[in-house]
């Protein structure tokens, strides 16, 4: 599969975004799917995972409350909505597919990755 994320930019703190992630291929169905983001001079971290049919969720602590991860199967994507953004929330988000459906939330475990957009709050 081959993920195109997109949606990044530049935004205050106390904003919204929404970024999204579409997927090639007929068996999206079949991937859990994750968001992660990369912070300048940091490792690449779950933010936030879906299993396959969107009805189980999982968030790192500090985006609780504030992000919401969606997929929608029937046209192949998979969304961050980001509200209530910080200045420590700028990195490059990811996105993910990972073969199995166990909310995996470390890097290795995902299989295919998106090329990354730039989210930037400013304070």
């Known amino acids: 599969v081959q993920l195109q994320a997109s949606g990044g930019g530049l935004v205050q703190a106390g904003g919204s975004l929404r970024l999204s992630c579409a997927a090639s291929?007929?068996?999206?169905?079949?991937?859990?799917m994750g968001w992660f983001r990369q912070a300048p001079g940091k490792e690449r971290d779950v933010v936030a995972t879906i299993s396959r049919s969107g009805s189980i969720k999982y968030y790192v602590e500090s985006v609780k409350g504030r992000f919401t991860i969606s997929r929608d199967n029937a046209k192949n994507m998979v969304y961050l909505q980001m509200n209530s953004l910080k200045p420590e929330d700028t990195a490059v988000y990811y996105c993910?597919?990972?073969?199995?459906?166990?909310?995996?939330?470390?890097?290795?475990?995902?299989?295919?990755w998106g090329q990354g957009t730039l989210v930037t709050v400013s304070s």
């Open positions: 291929g007929r068996t999206f169905s079949t991937y859990g």
């Open positions: 993910a597919a990972d073969r199995t459906d166990r909310l995996h939330t470390t890097v290795k475990e995902y299989d295919y």
